[in-house]
């Protein structure tokens, strides 16, 4: 998704606006441009391609100057090119603006503007807005971009310059973040924090329709009535490392190690042996937890696999019915909603377009919703009811993995406090889960030492077009999640299949040399699995399992087998999806893929 960078001070602002959009890289992107302001001149330098080719550009022709803006597009409204990349300016060039959203009204904005004579050259719905403005422009660019937002439908966080005010520059939000970084007598704006990190820790969060007025004077904000309002500096406590590589070749590797770390946090001052659950930020009474008649838990992509761990769990231990969808799918199916029925959303951004209308539809119905989230600000954060953040701490490869096993604590979380207040678990029954809970760190660790049969395996099968992930109950939660991990980001076709539903269908595709990939870490329902492995071997299948340490049986029916530590059944997933996070980066790194930012993908994605 697109990245927003601005800055206002006393330094060169054209090595601070490429600095911070490389720290919004991760937010996947197909061009770059900047906007600079040097002696009341405007100068726009941008491309097609990569932040290097911009930089490239730069090098050749710097621009000075100590007021800009960037810009990372991801296309929506007009394929890649120079001409559609941001910023945009008016004719006369003395307006440039960068936004990150889709303005749903445009096509209007745009004709209404042609009949008053403006030309676009551009296929972007973004263009329209520095047309707008300088319509509205009589001298006052904050006026000209207050009245230029009330035409505009959609989605939207802008940053504006003008060269007829030259040490100014205005932003605004509604729908797409955008946050302001506050250094001394130097001012950032930025789409998300890691981007003015190096610079600041104290930021604003901007909420819908808030402006922020950065000048030389300083920095104000205003309200949509151009009322001036006071924010609360947000400090982050991230450290500046934990948003760089930190010595792995890769972000996802890198993230895939912290996973203990990020276990850890989330579970610290919630699950405290001898103590009931307490959990901040979420507000349901214990009535209204009794009085639920269903959940609804609703997400995308790898937060939505984290969710069918999460209807797992809470049926289990909580006894209450849930219901999981996909967001994309969600409002489109008049779902069956009151007072008395919970949303679960699950976002690592808390910014995702079809999970934010699930979350407001739900809203609409009167039903609460608890947002499990990593972003603190985030929209999802903003317009829940109730809040769990997952603290896994910044997520930089457009893959998913420290996010997703923070978001199954959350689920046993969740879980577990809902049977506490319900009663549906024994005080004894709860504190066994949290002492098991509390091992996994250990154990994840203990996972990640042991790379080596998984690392073989991929030396071996990488070449294959297509691979089977397989597994019964939670088995197959984790299998939906390694199947995502291997399409993403080596870009090889695989299913996941319930393993007792292979014989319906799918076993027709079974001959020799199939790769299997089969999970059997649940105890309860092992021999089971097993037997499914063997219909497929039988029939030539190259099986590689996963199962519990100590049962070396299942050697006789697979080509090969990773050995996880014992952990309870309900929380093997924690665990056994860490090996298959390793298998699809292995994978991806024997074909040459870019691993952290997979081709036509991006992390958050803000557009339905
Ligand atoms: C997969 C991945 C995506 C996201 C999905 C939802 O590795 O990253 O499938 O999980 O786009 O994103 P969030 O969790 O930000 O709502």
Same mark, same amino acid.
């Given at each position: 998704?697109?990245?927003?960078?601005?800055?206002? %001070?006393? +330094?060169?602002? &054209?090595?601070?606006?490429? *600095?911070?959009l490389?720290? !919004?890289?991760?937010?996947? $992107? @197909?061009?770059?441009?900047v906007?600079?302001?040097?002696?009341?001149?405007?100068?726009?330098?941008?491309?097609?391609?990569?932040l290097?080719?911009?930089?490239?550009?730069?090098?050749?022709?710097?621009?000075?100057?100590?007021?800009?803006?960037?810009?990372?597009?991801?296309?929506?409204?007009?394929?890649?090119?120079?001409?559609?990349?941001?910023?945009?300016?008016?004719e006369?060039?003395?307006?440039?603006?960068?936004?990150?959203g889709?303005i749903?009204?445009?096509?209007?904005?745009?004709?209404?503007?042609?009949?008053? %004579?403006? +030309?676009?050259? &551009?296929?972007?719905?973004? *263009?329209?807005?520095?047309? !707008?403005?300088?319509?509205? $422009? @009589?001298?006052?660019?904050?006026?000209?971009?207050?009245?230029?937002?009330?035409?505009?439908?959609?989605?939207?966080?802008?940053?504006?310059?003008?060269?007829?005010?030259?040490?100014?520059?205005?932003?605004v939000?509604?729908?797409?973040?955008?946050?302001?970084?506050?250094?001394k007598?130097?001012?950032?704006?930025?789409s998300?924090?890691?981007?003015?990190?190096?610079?600041?820790?104290?930021?604003?969060?901007?909420?819908?329709?808030?402006?922020?007025?950065?000048?030389?004077?300083?920095?104000?904000?205003?309200?949509?009535?151009? +009322?001036?309002?006071?924010?609360?500096?947000?400090?982050?406590?991230?450290?500046?490392?934990?948003?760089?590589?930190?010595?792995?070749?890769?972000?996802?590797?890198?993230?895939?190690?912290?996973?203990?770390?990020?276990?850890?946090?989330?579970?610290t001052?919630?699950i405290?042996?001898?103590?009931?659950?307490?959990?901040?930020?979420?507000?349901?009474?214990?009535?209204?937890?009794?009085?639920?008649?269903?959940?609804?838990?609703?997400?995308?992509g790898?937060?939505?696999?984290?969710?069918?761990?999460?209807?797992?769990?809470?049926?289990?231990?909580?006894?209450i019915?849930?219901?999981?969808?996909?967001?994309?799918?969600?409002?489109?199916?008049?779902?069956?909603?009151?007072?008395?029925?919970?949303?679960?959303?699950?976002?690592?951004?808390?910014?995702?377009?079809?999970?934010?209308?699930?979350?407001?539809?739900?809203?609409?119905?009167?039903?609460?919703?608890?947002?499990?989230?990593?972003?603190?600000?985030?929209?999802?954060?903003?317009?829940?009811?109730?809040?769990?953040?997952?603290?896994?701490?910044?997520?930089?490869?457009?893959?998913?993995t420290?996010?997703?096993?923070?978001?199954?604590?959350?689920?046993?979380?969740?879980?577990?406090?809902?049977a506490?207040?319900?009663?549906?678990?024994?005080?004894?029954?709860?504190?066994?889960?949290?002492?098991?809970?509390?091992e996994?760190?250990?154990?994840?660790?203990?996972?990640?030492?042991?790379?080596?049969?998984?690392?073989?395996?991929?030396?071996?099968?990488?070449?294959?077009?297509?691979?089977?992930?397989?597994?019964?109950?939670?088995?197959y939660?984790?299998?939906?999640?390694?199947?995502?991990?291997?399409?993403?980001?080596?870009?090889?076709?695989?299913?996941?299949?319930?393993?007792?539903?292979?014989?319906?269908?799918?076993?027709?595709?079974?001959?020799?040399?199939?790769?299997?990939?089969?999970?059997?870490?649940?105890?309860?329902?092992?021999?089971?699995?097993?037997?499914?492995?063997?219909?497929?071997a039988?029939?030539?299948?190259?099986?590689?399992?996963?199962?519990?340490?100590?049962?070396?049986?299942?050697?006789?029916?697979?080509?090969?087998?990773?050995?996880?530590?014992k952990?309870?059944?309900?929380?093997?997933?924690?665990?056994?999806?860490?090996?298959?996070?390793?298998?699809?980066y292995?994978?991806?790194?024997?074909?040459?893929?870019?691993?952290?930012k997979?081709?036509?993908?991006?992390?958050?994605?803000?557009?339905?």
């Amino acid at each position: 998704m697109c990245g927003i960078v601005g800055y206002v %001070g006393k +330094k060169q602002a &054209s090595s601070i606006l490429i *600095e911070g959009l490389r720290k !919004l890289e991760y937010r996947g $992107y @197909d061009s770059a441009g900047v906007a600079i302001i040097d002696n009341g001149v405007l100068s726009v330098t941008k491309c097609k391609g990569r932040l290097a080719n911009l930089e490239a550009q730069l090098l050749e022709e710097p621009l000075k100057g100590n007021v800009g803006i960037g810009h990372t597009r991801w296309a929506t409204h007009g394929k890649p090119s120079d001409e559609n990349s941001h910023p945009h300016t008016n004719e006369k060039g003395t307006i440039s603006v960068v936004h990150n959203g889709i303005i749903e009204n445009y096509i209007h904005l745009r004709e209404w503007l042609m009949a008053k %004579g403006y +030309k676009f050259i &551009s296929e972007t719905d973004s *263009e329209v807005i520095p047309h !707008l403005i300088d319509f509205y $422009y @009589d001298g006052d660019i904050v006026d000209a971009v207050m009245k230029t937002v009330t035409k505009m439908e959609g989605s939207y966080a802008i940053a504006v310059v003008t060269s007829n005010e030259p040490d100014k520059l205005v932003a605004v939000r509604k729908d797409s973040p955008l946050i302001v970084g506050l250094g001394k007598d130097e001012f950032y704006i930025a789409s998300d924090i890691p981007a003015v990190l190096n610079h600041t820790r104290e930021v604003y969060l901007l909420e819908d329709k808030e402006f922020v007025v950065i000048s030389n004077d300083g920095i104000k904000l205003l309200d949509a009535e151009g +009322k001036t309002i006071n924010k609360e500096i947000f400090h982050v406590t991230w450290d500046a490392e934990a948003a760089e590589k930190g010595g792995y070749e890769h972000f996802m590797l890198k993230e895939i190690h912290e996973q203990p770390k990020a276990i850890r946090d989330t579970m610290t001052s919630r699950i405290v042996l001898g103590e009931p659950i307490t959990l901040d930020d979420i507000n349901i009474t214990k009535d209204q937890i009794k009085n639920l008649n269903k959940i609804y838990i609703v997400a995308c992509g790898t937060a939505y696999n984290a969710g069918v761990v999460g209807k797992y769990v809470i049926e289990k231990l909580a006894r209450i019915p849930v219901e999981l969808d996909i967001a994309s799918e969600f409002k489109y199916r008049d779902p069956i909603m009151d007072k008395n029925t919970l949303m679960i959303v699950i976002s690592q951004s808390g910014e995702t377009a079809d999970t934010m209308s699930a979350l407001r539809l739900a809203k609409s119905k009167g039903s609460r919703v608890i947002a499990v989230t990593n972003v603190v600000g985030s929209a999802a954060s903003r317009e829940a009811d109730d809040v769990l953040y997952t603290w896994a701490g910044p997520e930089i490869a457009v893959a998913s993995t420290k996010a997703y096993v923070t978001q199954l604590i959350a689920m046993y979380i969740i879980a577990l406090f809902f049977a506490q207040n319900k009663e549906t678990l024994s005080h004894e029954e709860i504190e066994e889960i949290k002492i098991a809970m509390m091992e996994l760190p250990e154990k994840a660790e203990e996972v990640l030492k042991n790379k080596e049969t998984v690392q073989k395996f991929t030396a071996k099968t990488y070449m294959h077009k297509d691979m089977f992930f397989i597994g019964r109950g939670l088995d197959y939660a984790v299998a939906l999640e390694g199947s995502l991990k291997l399409k993403e980001i080596s870009y090889i076709h695989s299913d996941a299949y319930p393993a007792g539903e292979l014989k319906h269908g799918p076993i027709a595709l079974m001959e020799d040399g199939t790769i299997v990939i089969a999970l059997a870490t649940q105890e309860a329902i092992f021999d089971k699995m097993v037997s499914n492995i063997k219909e497929l071997a039988t029939r030539g299948a190259k099986v590689f399992a996963f199962a519990p340490e100590g049962h070396t049986e299942i050697e006789k029916s697979v080509f090969s087998v990773t050995y996880i530590p014992k952990v309870m059944d309900i929380l093997a997933p924690v665990i056994s999806v860490i090996p298959l996070q390793l298998l699809a980066y292995y994978m991806a790194i024997q074909k040459g893929c870019d691993v952290d930012k997979p081709r036509n993908l991006a992390k958050s994605v803000t557009v339905e």
